[in-house]
């Protein structure tokens, strides 16, 4: 046999012999080695028998004891009297009935209807106005209220009574009541009798209470139930079903060949379940290996959530369960199905086969599963892709906004609650109707409108980042309202602008580029064809003395031009890099101050300058690096000396502002300057465009550079030729 073969033999034992336990255990105590009238089909009858024997024929309702009993309460005579209210309102009432039915009679001058109407309006009066005179007259009333009760009962004990005496036609009984000694008997009596119980003697008599309790509901008058109290009577004799009642087309005759036939079946399925459970343990003897015959069917199982596939194998046991249920019921009422009995065994041949594919999706899936998670990383792994682990993630995601999870949470609520009002308004009457078109009105339609508008809104902002992601940042998203999804529109607009920001600052990074590519190969070009130019100038043997240190003149300048383009170049990447140290002290501010201009006095008065020099008389200290420092002040004080106008004032500031120390150089440029003023700290920017100055371009650079490593600050400031750089580091306080 192949291994499907034999997988599909062991399954197949395996649906058997659960079939076959299950069965014994749920019906074994019925038919192992019972009769039918041990059974507890036979004894839910004998039971509901002997009650109903009790209490229609040995001790039943009699009408006329009972009214002997009828006693009336005051409560009872004040509930009947006052049930429509007090005599004034009761009497306002009958003539408020009949006021217009005598004003038509009169309009109509129809006499003898008016007077009838008028006698039977006074009667009703004169009747209640008694009501609240004499308690014996509404006692009378309530007694015949009880005695019609009373009747009423009677006649339906009568009837149930003549459908016991027709249901349980296949019992005999004889008793004896024990205090009067009268005899009840069901007639002839049998010797021959498959069944037999006596009562008294040796075992306990038959007791029988007669106290009854019966309803007033039909009475409006009555609110309380009526007790009949009875005695409790006592009757030895006996119950016996005879055998000729087997062979009679009766219920008895059916339940007891069908109970025959359910206990051969029963034995028949329990000894062969006996026999599987052999055959596997000695025999088929399945092994782990058995259960990986279908591999297909296992790779589609296995791709499913662990959960699901736990669900799965719950519902299969629980639809094993159900057939083994359904078809044990089918066998133990076989005989009911004797006049097609065809149709019994097909459905029970049907229910075998879906419980060999159901338990067999519960082993295999148990199985598969089981073989998934032995292990403490597949289990994590699994864990990981259960459906409930993702459903409790994307709820944690839903409710990252608390806003956005709650009305998820409502609008769903929402809509569930709407359709169970529709269920329940088109089962039931025209006042649930009524509750759910006004709640459908009032808050589903509304809720409806409001989760439309807000996915349309969430359509547009869709739409629109998709226009963003394609690059179209033209078009500002609009904010509507206040909503979860207005605050969305207005954080993408932000990510929009910023996004465009980034564009912008990508583009200028780009056009700086390309401006320190062309600037750097111009100033480092420059002095380079001048040394190659007077150096090849420098090989011709009749160049005079004179002309021979000229040219070295201008080769020594443009060298040490170059060399100081180079090492500025040098030292600004150290700068932005990060690779260069700094070393603070305590440093006097005015004191660098008053050296630095002292050394270029006189290179304002050359250049034709009015310097003005503002600073503090006292002290000013800072921890810096003193050597960067001079150079930021020097670069500044230099630039000014480069860039300035002709014949104007230069204006030179030092001055203590809080906790810090604020240096400031105003002047008024030769050169026209745009305003991108940012762009003057780049390397390699000058004012002067046309690079015709001397210069490396990088002056600003490096002082940017210089005040970034103090945790200072620079900035420069442009109205129209004016031009203001500030430096603020941190002062000693």
Excluded: C
Aim: aromatic share 10%; hydrophobic share 40%; glycine share 4%.
């Amino acid at each position: 046999m192949n291994t499907k073969g034999k997988l599909l033999l062991i399954l197949f034992l395996i649906t058997w012999a659960a079939f076959a336990v299950i069965t014994f255990i749920n019906h074994s105590h019925n038919y192992l080695f019972k009769s039918y009238f041990d059974s507890d089909y036979f004894q839910s009858s004998r039971d509901s028998y002997v009650e109903q024997l009790g209490k229609y024929v040995l001790a039943p309702f009699d009408a006329e004891t009972a009214k002997e009993q009828i006693s009336v309460t005051q409560d009872e005579i004040e509930n009947y009297r006052n049930y429509y209210g007090s005599l004034s309102e009761q009497v306002e009432n009958i003539r408020i009935q009949y006021s217009d039915q005598i004003m038509q009679a009169e309009e109509a001058q129809d006499t003898a209807v008016k007077e009838m109407l008028v006698a039977e309006r006074d009667t009703k009066i004169a009747d209640i106005k008694k009501n609240f005179e004499s308690d014996e007259y509404v006692e009378e009333k309530i007694v015949k209220l009880k005695e019609i009760v009373i009747d009423d009962y009677a006649s339906e004990q009568a009837s149930l009574r003549q459908d016991f005496l027709n249901e349980y036609t296949y019992f005999n009984y004889r008793f004896v009541d024990v205090e009067t000694g009268r005899v009840l008997d069901s007639g002839s009596q049998e010797n021959n009798n498959l069944y037999k119980e006596n009562f008294g003697d040796e075992v306990p008599s038959l007791t029988v209470n007669s106290t009854v309790y019966i309803d007033s509901y039909n009475s409006d008058y009555l609110n309380e139930s009526l007790r009949i109290d009875g005695k409790v009577e006592k009757f030895e004799g006996s119950i016996t079903i005879p055998k000729s009642m087997v062979k009679n087309d009766s219920n008895l005759a059916l339940e007891y060949q069908s109970f025959k036939m359910a206990q051969i079946i029963f034995s028949i399925v329990w000894i062969t379940g006996i026999l599987a459970i052999v055959g596997l343990f000695t025999v088929v003897k399945p092994s782990r290996e058995h259960f990986e015959g279908l591999d297909k069917l296992q790779k589609a199982f296995l791709r499913m959530p662990i959960d699901v596939r736990i669900v799965i194998v719950i519902l299969a046991a629980l639809v094993s369960l159900a057939l083994i249920s359904s078809t044990s019921n089918t066998i133990a009422n076989l005989f009911y199905y004797r006049q097609n009995i065809l149709m019994a065994i097909i459905e029970v041949i049907t229910n075998i086969f879906f419980m060999y594919i159901a338990i067999s999706s519960v082993i295999l899936g148990f199985i598969w599963t089981w073989n998934s998670i032995n292990s403490e990383e597949k289990v994590k792994q699994q864990i990981k892709q259960a459906m409930l682990y993702r459903l409790s993630d994307g709820m944690q995601d839903l409710f990252l906004n608390r806003s956005i999870g709650m009305q998820a949470i409502g609008v769903l609520g929402i809509a569930f609650l709407a359709g169970i009002g529709f269920i329940g308004a088109g089962f039931g009457g025209e006042e649930l109707v009524i509750i759910y078109i006004l709640l459908f009105f009032f808050i589903a339609l509304p809720a409806f409108f409001v989760f439309l508008r807000h996915m349309g809104y969430l359509n547009r902002i869709m739409k629109q980042t998709q226009e963003m992601a394609a690059g179209r940042l033209t078009s500002e998203i609009k904010v509507k309202g206040k909503s979860i999804f207005s605050k969305h529109a207005a954080n993408l607009n932000a990510l929009r602008e910023g996004v465009r920001t980034s564009m912008s600052e990508q583009a200028k990074s780009e056009r700086l580029k390309t401006e320190l590519i062309t600037n750097v190969s111009h100033d480092l070009r420059t002095p380079l064809t001048s040394i190659i130019t007077y150096t090849d100038l420098l090989k011709n043997p009749n160049l005079s003395d004179e002309e021979r240190k000229q040219y070295i003149d201008v080769l020594d300048k443009k060298s040490a031009r170059l060399k100081t383009l180079i090492e500025d170049l040098f030292e600004v990447s150290k700068m932005a890099s990060g690779n260069i140290e700094i070393t603070k002290q305590r440093l006097d501010l005015t004191q660098l101050m008053k050296q630095l201009i002292g050394e270029h006095e006189e290179d304002f008065v050359k250049a034709n300058f009015e310097l003005r020099v503002s600073m503090p008389e006292s002290p000013l200290f800072a921890y810096v690096d003193g050597q960067k420092i001079w150079r930021v002040i020097d670069n500044l004080i230099v630039n000014a000396l480069k860039y300035s106008l002709e014949g104007t004032r230069i204006y030179i500031t030092l001055k203590h502002t809080g906790t810090v120390a604020e240096f400031t150089v105003k002047n008024v440029s030769k050169y026209e300057l745009n305003d991108n003023v940012e762009e003057l700290t780049e390397r390699f920017k000058r004012a002067d465009a046309s690079r015709h100055t001397d210069g490396s371009g990088l002056g600003l650079a490096i002082a940017q550079s210089i005040v970034d490593l103090h945790n200072g600050r620079l900035t420069i400031d442009v109205d129209g030729d004016l031009f203001k750089v500030t430096v603020s580091i941190p002062s000693e306080y």
